[in-house]
Nanobody
Framework: QVHLEESGGGLVQAGGSLRLACAASGRTGGPISMAWFRQVPGNERQFVAGISWLRESTAYTDSVKERFTISRDAAKSTVFLQMNSLKPEDTGLYYC????????????????????WGQGTQVTVSS
């Protein structure tokens, strides 16, 4: 099992930036693909961005393209989400997820394929 711990959330004004981090520990050997999901009360957890172990390919939900960037450190044990030009609609609880293996630009959007999840970090964007 992979243990995931998110950090970096907080309160920011619209137009500001935040950088989320997700540190993986435990059984991190081998190929691991990771992603960020966002959840607001009353709604399902929604895909935000993902990065595949295979060729480090990435994908984003349309609403965050050109504003958010997902990346990973050289050891591939920490994944980051750089969030710029934040909007109030970006508000939510951001979860990190991990899957042992490779994902595609399509499959990484499906929350059902991820086995391991963090506890979430709250992002609040004020208008």
């Amino acid at each position: 099992q992979v243990h995931l711990e998110e950090s970096g959330g907080g309160l920011v004004q619209a137009g500001g930036s935040l950088r989320l981090a997700c540190a993986a520990s435990g059984r991190t050997g081998g190929p691991i693909s990771m992603a960020w999901f966002r959840q607001v009360p009353g709604n399902e957890r929604q895909f935000v961005a993902g990065i595949s172990w295979l060729r480090e390919s990435t994908a984003y939900t349309d609403s965050v393209k050109e504003r958010f960037t997902i990346s990973r450190d050289a050891a591939k044990s920490t994944v980051f989400l750089q969030m710029n030009s934040l909007k109030p609609e970006d508000t939510g609880l951001y979860y990190c997820a991990a899957l042992r293996g490779a994902t595609t630009a399509q499959s990484m959007r499906d929350k059902r394929i991820y086995r391991d999840w963090g506890q979430g970090t709250q992002v609040t964007v004020s208008s």
